[in-house]
């Protein structure tokens, strides 16, 4: 099924521009359906970027990914594309989407690892729903209580995928997503951290 343009209410036709990018309409792909149930658009350029990356007003430097905006929105990325003023255009997603795809890129990233290295794994367990239905709500890591992060600047606070027993593998229960503090913690610690997951790991038996 074709998705309409909301402007015509009629099919896109070549040379139909969209208000966020300001990309001009190219093609249907009747080949390819997306999780909508609508085939593939092709959208291309409609001008080169002329102007620099805008930047973080919090962090006067370039957006990085996970970075929050003022409406609460986390950035994913920029694109190879200008937006309307010339800047290129930033791609922002809700919580619940940067969850998602987030966890979904961490996910292939660990089947890659498993396959590569013959670490068994269910793929019930390696899957995006599953991983995100045991991500704690609050995102605080459950041995340290600290608030995890993904990014670039927050290395040992981006959630980990620990395996509690790691011989047992990627598998249902023997999975959590813990602080990457907390995951290096046997090689790099101080007495409270290992005390910490020492208590943590008691309340797992």
Known sequence: MKRSNP????????GDTRNKDNL????????????NGYFY???????????????????QREWVYGDIDERGMYFIEY?????KEGHPYMSFANENSYIKKTITQRKNTIV???N??????????????????IFPKDWLCPVFGVKML??????????????????KGY???????????????????????????????????
Do not use: H
């Not at 001009?24 to 999780?35: A, C, G, S």
């Open 7 to 14: 402007k015509t209410n009629n099919f896109f036709k070549f």
């Open 112 to 114: 890659r690892k498993c």
């Open 24 to 35: 001009i309409f190219k093609q249907y792909n009747l080949e390819k359906i997306d999780k």
């Open 79 to 83: 694109k190879k594309y200008p937006d």
């Open 150 to 167: 993904w990014g670039k600047n927050n290395n040992f606070d981006s959630p980990s995928l620990d395996r509690f027993i790691p011989c």
């Open 116 to 133: 590569k290295q013959n670490i068994p794994y269910d793929k019930k367990c390696l899957s995006t729903d599953y991983l995100v239905s």
């Open 171 to 205: 598998i249902k229960n023997n999975v959590s997503w813990i602080s990457e503090r907390a995951n290096r913690v046997k090689t790099d610690a101080t007495l409270q951290e290992v005390l910490n997951v020492a208590k943590w790991m008691e309340q797992k038996q």
């Open 41 to 59: 658009e092709t959208w291309i350029i409609k001008k080169p970027i002329s102007k620099p990356k805008r930047l973080n007003p919090n962090t």
